[in-house]
């Protein structure tokens, strides 16, 4: 396996440990007899993740991302695209956003609707990719495609801080602000992704 793959890799492995930094431990794990003897300790963990986690998983989110371009480079670079990071790569951004997402939602930083409309325009543009291989042809990625990635990753590492630093300086809720014009990037990139590649659904058939 060659280093793209292993760092695209990496990032769907990022992907769990993410989540155990930043979900606590649920309720009924906690009154579960069985754990009885652990649950001083599952506590602590809980204690320490609702007032941590958020901080570390913004670390781990951020060196899962960085990985992104990063493996896409070295493939192009050292003429090591393969089929399987044409497969993988996308599966594991789209993993990584929506494991934020819905840790967000769950933890009360999200509204439901902006998980639901990013996430939902992911399986759009995935399954119009898929129509399109089906037919030989190759959907590139947009400059609003890029602009939307952008958006996201700068609104969900703020949402994850809390706004850090900007909260010692000003109350000013950026990542809401950040969210929303994220969600408006996703929107605008799934409607161009559309409207340029109209012709590969075919409504008459």
């Known amino acids: 396996m060659n280093l793209p793959n292993k760092l695209t890799l990496s990032r769907i492995f990022l992907v769990p440990v993410f989540m155990l930094i930043i979900i606590p431990i649920p309720t009924w794990v906690l009154n579960s007899s ?10 602590y963990i809980n204690d320490f993740i609702l007032n941590y986690g958020n901080y570390i998983a913004a670390l781990v989110f ?16 050292r003429q090591q695209i393969t089929r399987f990071g044409k497969f993988l790569d996308p599966i594991a951004d789209k993993l990584l956003v929506a494991a934020a997402l819905i840790a967000l939602v ?58 850090y630093p900007i ?4 109350d000013f809720p950026f990542d809401r602000y950040a969210m929303f014009a994220a969600v408006l990037a996703t929107i605008y990139s799934g409607y161009e992704y559309i409207v340029i590649n109209k012709d590969v659904i075919d409504f008459n058939k």
């Open 34 to 43: 069985i754990l009885g003897f652990m649950r001083p300790q599952m506590y």
């Open 62 to 77: 951020i060196i899962a991302a960085s990985t992104d371009g990063l493996d896409g480079y070295i493939a192009r670079k």
């Open 106 to 163: 769950e933890r009360g930083d999200l509204t439901s609707w902006a998980a639901t409309v990013i996430i939902g325009r992911e399986f759009i543009v995935t399954g119009l990719r898929l129509v399109a291989a089906g037919e030989g042809m190759v959907i590139a990625a947009s400059k609003w495609g890029k602009i939307k990635t952008v958006t996201q990753m700068v609104a969900i590492i703020a949402a994850l801080i809390k706004n």
């Open 167 to 170: 909260t010692f300086f000003v």
